[in-house]
């Protein structure tokens, strides 16, 4: 009895140790069934909601709040040129998602936790399309492209695929792969569309069509989108952009309908201003016989919120004096705009490029031209669309220019030796009055600035030039130093650097030194009495003057002849600049034909026949006139040979690529012969084409392959003459100085 109650307790240990350890392994297998039960592998209920509100509500919730920010961020530091075309959707621009870099790399991170952990998920898709939109941004092409791509062949939601297909099409726009980007828009046309992909599909083809310059179809694209657009800022953007592209149509009154719907969208202020600039030039343009005074510049000009945009505001007065043939009024605009251009340098550079414009085409003053063209180049951005041609324009105008002065001095100084000696010896003494009396009010003129600036700063401690005083100085534009050098170099030649450089046997005195110069005791201000210190006809300095201006002129026979060959020079290189480098066949026509008439025995006149015959492209029977002169004059010259294939070659041309190759091989093969009958046949038909000085490159290795040194130098002389701006001219000049070292020693 008493050994069976000392059993007892150790039976039920054992029971519930027993017990224990079932509930144990109960509890791990019912927490092993609910965790497999969750896997993100799972297609079961349970499993599929705990998966999307924890990607929901954690992962791609932080991403999608880091790209918000981002995108945010960016709109703001995209700096909007209102000069230019706007996009109409914010480009994808690597070095503008620098600032956010952190932002989207996170987003990323965020974003391949829900691919990561959450494979059950419906935000899956989401997160691939936050993926691939941050990498696209951050300038990672192909990574981004990818993760869309496999949401359009993997998505398991409709409205994901074709969000991730807009997105795709948009970053093939950026990449100007606009092929595809057409044939993804063409895909997507056909699917059904929920209300907020319709407008960014709409958005995203305006800006295709729009970037690859096609407005009408942009803009009736955007017709049908802005029904779906509520009012905001991005929208006010829209409608100004479509405005500029039916002002780029010549459609203004459709243009103004958008300008005014800008003001309807909540703008900004600068987007607003501008709105209603472009809308008074139109209403100027559309009403011809409308009064400008009564547009309200005036009163533009007055409001104090418009301080920083007068320069805008003369821009755009210039703009409409010059559409009215009022050129003057129009200059003088322009210049008060550079004038008012305190900060907004791109401003500048565009008003810049407007008086370089009209001093070239309507005032024809070459060389003011080239010095705006010089400033607009310094300040404008080297990423502006117009950067490389203005570039091209300054390089081809600093050769005009050096060409039409020597072409004006000869011409002046001819015509001066054309003279008796007396008429002569008048001519230069007026000459020399005429640059003294211009000498004497340039240094009154400065005389008058010097001693203002003397009182400014006897009177405050202010620096004139600074913030504080309207005065603005003439040397803070650069492109009055420009002209001041050019009219400083045409008036005295080069001259060194040193002191007194006017007159060498009479010295200026130092203004400090002046008699004449005195000061008011009690004030403190400095005065003046003007000087007359022009030369005096009849003294040694004007003798030096006038004798050193006869010595240029050509009176015997060599210097007769060595002007007029420069002069036939620089005629030949002036048309050859017209019709290459400025694209203006017009005037090289009219140079070609006043240099024949001038030169009838020229040494370039078979190649002034073909040029002409180049220049008369849409004029056929003057063409062929030009055609028939070189054949007939000079019917074994290169360029007889180069024309009278041109026919056959613009009946045969095909791919030039393929040609140039075909050619090429014949070259390699030793074929020389037949390889340059095929390319001098080729070879006008590429005329102007991106390739033909590759193809007159080859043919001057085929020359001097088949017709010896001889021709081979003159082939490379005429390669010069003709290309000038090719990339393959220095290589040309190592050649042509190769071939005359070796012909010297042979």
Not at 57 to 82: I, P, R
Not at 719 to 741: H, T, W
Request: net charge neutral; proline share 4%.
């Amino acid at each position: 009895m008493l050994q069976e109650d000392q059993t007892t307790p150790k039976s039920c240990f054992v029971i519930d140790i027993i017990a224990f350890h079932i509930r144990k392994i109960t509890s791990f297998l019912i927490l092993t069934v609910l965790i497999a039960g969750c896997s993100q592998f799972s297609t079961r209920p349970g499993a599929v909601n705990f998966h999307n509100i924890s990607a929901r509500y954690n992962a791609y919730f932080m991403a999608e709040q880091d790209m918000l920010e981002a995108e945010y961020e960016m709109k703001k530091a995209f700096k909007e040129d209102y000069n230019q075309l706007l996009p109409i959707l914010l480009p994808m621009d690597s070095v503008l998602a620098l600032p956010v870099k952190p932002k989207l790399e996170d987003a990323i991170k965020k974003a391949s936790i829900v691919a990561e952990k959450h494979q059950n998920s419906k935000w899956l898709d989401n997160s691939y399309i936050l993926l691939g939109k941050s990498r696209l941004y951050l300038g990672q092409w192909a990574d981004g492209l990818e993760a869309l791509r496999y949401v359009y062949a993997n998505g398991r939601d409709e409205a994901d695929k074709n969000n991730a297909l807009i997105l795709l099409m948009r970053a093939y726009i950026e990449q100007k792969d606009y092929s595809n980007a057409l044939g993804v828009a063409e895909h997507l046309s056909q699917q059904p569309l929920n209300k907020s992909a319709i407008r960014e599909f709409y958005l995203t083809k305006a800006y295709l069509h729009q970037q690859n310059g096609e407005y009408l179809t942009s803009v009736a694209i955007l017709e049908e989108t802005f029904p779906l657009l509520k009012k905001s800022i991005e929208t006010a953007r829209i409608h100004f952009a479509a405005a500029q592209m039916y002002d780029r149509l010549g459609q203004y009154a459709l243009a103004n309908k958008h300008y005014r719907g800008v003001s309807k969208n909540r703008p900004s202020y600068d987007l607003g201003f501008y709105s209603s600039m472009n809308s008074l030039q139109n209403e100027v343009v559309l009403n011809p016989k409308k009064d400008l005074s009564s547009v309200g510049f005036e009163r533009m000009l007055r409001d104090r919120k418009n301080d920083d945009l007068r320069d805008r505001i003369y821009f755009t007065m210039g703009l409409l004096a010059e559409h009215r043939k009022q050129v003057p009024e129009a200059v003088g605009y322009l210049q008060k705009s550079a004038a008012a251009s305190k900060g907004n340098m791109q401003q500048k550079a565009y008003t810049y490029l407007q008086l370089a414009r009209i001093n070239y085409e309507a005032l024809e003053n070459f060389e003011v031209s080239k010095s705006y063209y010089d400033s607009a180049l310094v300040i404008l951005p080297k990423e502006a669309p117009e950067y490389r041609l203005v570039a091209d324009r300054k390089r081809a105008l600093d050769s005009f220019v050096a060409q039409y002065a020597i072409v004006t001095m000869q011409d002046s100084l001819q015509k001066l030796a054309a003279m008796n000696p007396a008429a002569l010896d008048n001519k230069i003494d007026a000459i020399i009055e005429a640059n003294e009396k211009l000498r004497v009010e340039e240094e009154e003129k400065a005389r008058k600035a010097m001693l203002a600036a003397n009182n400014v700063n006897n009177q405050s401690n202010s620096n004139p030039l600074v913030s504080g005083n309207e005065r603005r100085w003439e040397l803070y534009d650069p492109a009055l130093i420009n002209q001041g050098k050019i009219d400083f170099k045409r008036n005295w030649g080069n001259r060194p650097l040193e002191d007194d450089w006017r007159r060498s046997n009479r010295p200026l005195q130092a203004m400090s030194n002046n008699p004449a110069s005195t000061a008011d005791d009690s004030t403190g201000v400095a005065s003046a009495a003007p000087v007359d210190q022009s030369m005096k006809k009849g003294t040694p300095e004007w003798q030096a003057a006038h004798d050193l201006l006869k010595k240029n002129v050509p009176l015997t026979e060599p210097q007769m002849a060595e002007s007029r060959h420069a002069k036939e020079d620089a005629l030949y290189n002036l048309g050859k600049i017209y019709r290459f480098d400025l694209k203006e066949p017009g005037r090289a026509i009219s140079t070609f034909d006043r240099m024949l008439a001038e030169y009838p025995q020229t040494q370039y006149k078979d190649e002034i026949y073909y040029l002409l015959y180049l220049s008369y492209e849409e004029d056929n029977q003057t063409r062929a006139a030009w055609k028939n002169k070189l054949l007939t004059e000079y019917p074994n010259s290169t360029y007889a040979r180069l024309v009278s294939k041109s026919s056959e070659a613009a009946g045969n041309s095909g791919n030039p690529i393929k040609e140039y190759e075909a050619v090429y091989q014949l070259y390699a093969t030793g074929n020389y012969t037949k390889a340059l009958e095929d390319i001098e046949r080729n070879l006008p038909a590429y005329k102007g084409g991106a390739m033909e000085d590759k193809f007159a490159l080859l043919r001057v290795f085929l020359i001097g392959k088949v017709r010896g040194k001889e021709a081979y130098g003159q082939a490379i002389t005429e390669f010069m003459r003709l290309y000038p701006a090719s990339v393959y001219l220095p290589r040309l000049k190592e050649m042509q100085e190769f071939n005359s070292v070796s012909v010297g020693k042979r």
